[in-house]
């Protein structure tokens, strides 16, 4: 009943505040009230803004690099070594494509193709089949059995024999050639004396090098030292290079010279002179004249003496005259070796003699 009477109480209470809201409304609606003056058009002042909180950096994406596949293996021995190398720096940079090491293993054997490779990967999913167990658990036994598989048998004794040998001396290749092949040879054979690795490099060395190197005024390198024997037998290999570039450029220089001579156009068509001297002209018999009892007889002698015999002034053949002469010659025209020919076939002309014809000596009779 108090319950009742207390909820009765509350909306009678609020139905009497809400009857007073309408009847001040009403009065508002009936009596309007005047309107208030328009406030000034001024601008509200600024809001300043909250100063920005710094975006937080973005993490830079790593970009790595393109990755190449190993090539395929077909079991030989000689490429087992760089085989195994290129897998095991893919795994090295790209682990993250790989779960476990049984996906390492798998994707290892996807390259054995050919050979006794191809068959021995066989060999392997053979014992799977029959086992029902991969038998290569981790990556270690796999590089294990790899090596006893497919490695040179007798790699270190090869590289010793070959090191006491000849086979591995410098010969005609250059100093970084030789020394690659000698790091990669002392490597496999397993010296480490720096003594040792000296009187090797020494050895297979050429005996110009060599020579140049063990007779050097100053900065001579020690025996124990085989970098600064490798050093200075670059920088003497290198330079006997540069000069037999800088040889060939000069022993080539004077054949271009004179190419670009003998490139040059021959000159106009010049006529050499004979070498046989002319022909002696004959001279014909002076024309008779009329007899003195002829008017100008005197006068026509006289101008028959004077008149030279008709015939070429430069060679002295009767049969043509000095503009149709077949031996022009144009000095103007000739090359420095022409003309010295020719004054040596003139000169040659000036000192001959002409033979006499011997005649048999006449027998005396003595009878």
């Not at 328009?38 to 803004?49: I, K, R």
């Not at 590289?159 to 002392?186: M, P």
């Not at 190419?259 to 001297?277: E, G, H, I, N, Y």
């Not at 022909?279 to 008779?288: D, M, Q």
Request: with cysteine; glycine share 4%.
């Amino acid at each position: 009943m108090e319950r009742k009477h207390v909820s009765e109480s509350n909306i009678n209470s609020t139905l009497a505040a809400l009857t007073a809201q309408l009847q001040q409304l009403t009065q508002l609606v009936a009596n309007p009230s005047p309107p208030l003056p328009a406030a000034p058009n001024t601008p509200p002042p600024p809001v300043p803004s909250p100063p920005a909180s710094p975006s937080p950096a973005l993490p830079m994406r790593r970009t790595r690099p393109k990755l190449s596949c190993p090539l395929d293996f077909n079991g030989e021995r000689h490429n087992g070594r760089a085989f195994l190398n290129s897998c095991s720096l893919y795994i090295r940079l790209a682990p993250e494509q790989f779960q476990d090491e049984q996906e390492r293993i798998l994707w290892a054997l996807m390259f054995f193709k050919g050979g006794c490779a191809a068959k021995w990967s066989e060999n392997v999913f053979r014992q799977e089949a029959d086992t029902g167990v991969f038998p290569i658990q981790t990556w270690g036994e796999f590089e294990q059995q790899f090596r006893l598989h497919f490695f040179p048998a007798n790699a270190e004794a090869d590289t010793i024999n070959a090191l006491e040998g000849t086979s591995y001396h410098q010969g005609n290749r250059t100093v970084d050639d030789y020394l690659d092949s000698f790091q990669a040879l002392v490597s496999d054979a397993g010296y480490m004396d720096p003594r040792t690795l000296v009187v090797k490099f020494r050895r297979g060395l050429r005996v110009g090098i060599q020579s140049q190197i063990a007779t050097m005024p100053y900065g001579w390198p020690a025996d124990t030292d085989p970098d600064a024997w490798y050093k200075a037998a670059r920088r003497i290999d290198q330079a006997r290079l540069a000069n037999e570039a800088f040889q060939s450029v000069l022993r080539s220089a004077p054949s271009a010279a004179l190419k670009t001579v003998s490139a040059r156009p021959p000159p106009l068509s010049v006529a050499r002179l004979p070498l046989a001297l002319p022909p002696l002209v004959t001279l014909k018999p002076p024309p008779t004249f009329p007899s003195l009892g002829v008017p100008m007889d005197v006068d026509v002698a006289r101008k028959a003496r004077s008149l030279p015999p008709r015939g070429c002034y430069r060679c002295g053949d009767a049969n043509h005259v000095v503009r149709d002469c077949p031996h022009c010659l144009d000095v103007c025209q000739l090359t420095t070796e022409q003309r010295e020919e020719l004054i040596e076939d003139l000169l040659a002309l000036k000192d001959a003699v002409p033979i006499e014809e011997s005649c048999p000596p006449e027998e005396e009779d003595f009878a």
